[in-house]
C-alpha cells in the first residue's frame, strides 16, 4: 500500500495548480496563497486530531525534524520557487524544482545510509529526464546563475522534507507531522504575505470556499499519505514514485484548462510512468 499512498500524494499535488490559478484570479499574490494555504491545513489538521483524541504533542525530540519539514523544507522551498519564477520561465523553474527525486536520492545515502540500487538509479534518471520533456525546459534552457541557483535551492529544499519526515515514519502519526509542517511553515512565511488589514481578497467567501478545498486535498490529504507511504518505502523511492505530480498536472491542463500539448509532454509522462514502474516493482 506505501506505493499506492505515494502514488495517489503524487496525483493530488497534481491539481495544485487549478487550485492557484482560481486563487490568483480572487487577487491573492503568490505568497499569500502559500499562507492561506498553511494556515487552513494546520486548523484543519489539529482540529481533525483533537476530534479524533489524537495526541497533539509528538515530543521533544521529534521537534528537530518538525521544524526541519515545516521551515527547512516548506517554507524555504516556496520562497525559492517563487524567486526562480521570477527569475526564470516557468517550465524551467518546474524542471529545476525535481531535481528534487536526485538530492533525496544523495542525501538519503549519506544520512540515511540508505543504498542506490541499480533499478532505483535507472528509476531516477527515467524520472528526471520524463520531467525535463514534461515541464518542456528541454537541455538548453539555462536561465542564469541567480535563477537557476534559487530553482536548485527550491529542488533542494522541496527534497528535504522526504529526509526530515523519514525518522518519523511510524513513530509520529502522519496527520501530526503534517499539521506541524504546515504551522511552522505558516509562521516563517507569515511575514511576506499582504497584511491582512489591507488583503480584503483573504476574507471573501468564494477564496475561504476554494482555500479550504486546497488545504483538504492537494495539501493535508495529500502530505499524510505521503508521510504514511515512508514508513513502508525507503526516502529514495517514495521521491521517485511523486513525480507523477507533473504529469497530472500537464494532462489537467490539457483536458481542464485547455493548454496546448507538445509531443516530447507525452514522452516525458511515459519515461516518468516507466520510473514509477521499476520502483514500484522494487517494493
Not at 519539514?69 to 523553474?93: C, D, E, H, K
Not at 495529500?222 to 494532462?251: F, H, M, Q
Not at 521499476?278 to 517494493?283: C, D, F, P, T, Y
Amino acid at each position: 500500500m506505501s506505493v499506492v499512498y505515494a502514488l495517489f500524494a503524487g496525483v493530488l499535488w497534481g491539481t495544485i495548480g487549478l487550485f492557484v490559478r482560481a486563487l490568483g484570479a480572487q487577487g491573492l499574490s503568490s505568497v499569500d496563497i502559500v499562507v492561506l494555504r498553511a494556515v487552513l491545513t494546520s486548523l484543519l489538521l489539529f482540529a481533525y486530531l483533537a476530534v479524533r483524541r489524537m495526541p497533539l504533542f509528538p515530543g521533544g525530540w521529534a521537534l528537530p525534524y518538525l521544524l526541519g519539514t515545516g521551515v527547512a523544507s516548506m517554507a524555504l522551498f516556496n520562497w525559492a520557487y517563487f524567486q526562480a519564477i521570477r527569475l526564470t520561465p516557468l517550465p524551467v523553474a518546474v524542471a529545476l524544482l525535481y531535481t528534487a527525486p536526485a538530492f533525496v536520492v544523495l542525501l538519503a545515502r549519506v544520512v540515511l545510509g540508505e543504498k542506490i540500487a541499480r533499478a532505483k538509479a535507472l528509476a531516477l534518471v527515467a524520472s528526471v529526464l520524463g520531467v525535463l520533456f514534461v515541464s518542456g525546459a528541454g537541455f538548453g534552457a539555462f536561465s542564469g546563475f541567480a535563477g537557476t541557483g534559487y530553482g536548485l535551492l527550491a529542488g533542494f529544499a522541496y527534497g528535504l522534507y522526504t529526509i526530515f519526515a523519514k525518522p518519523l515514519a511510524g513513530k509520529v502519526p502522519p496527520e501530526v507531522v503534517a499539521a506541524y509542517t504546515f504551522l511552522f511553515a505558516g509562521l516563517a512565511l507569515a511575514p511576506f504575505a499582504s497584511p491582512l488589514a489591507e488583503e480584503a481578497a483573504w476574507f471573501r467567501g468564494s477564496v475561504l470556499a476554494v482555500g479550504l478545498a486546497f488545504a483538504l486535498f492537494p495539501t493535508a490529504l495529500a502530505y499524510t499519505l505521503y508521510t504514511k507511504s515512508l514508513e513502508g518505502l525507503d526516502a529514495g523511492r517514495a521521491a521517485i514514485l511523486v513525480t507523477v505530480e507533473p504529469v497530472v498536472a500537464t494532462l489537467l491542463g490539457i483536458f481542464v484548462l485547455g493548454d496546448a500539448v507538445r509531443p516530447l509532454q507525452l514522452v516525458g509522462s511515459a519515461l516518468v510512468v516507466v520510473g514509477a514502474v521499476l520502483v514500484g516493482r522494487k517494493s
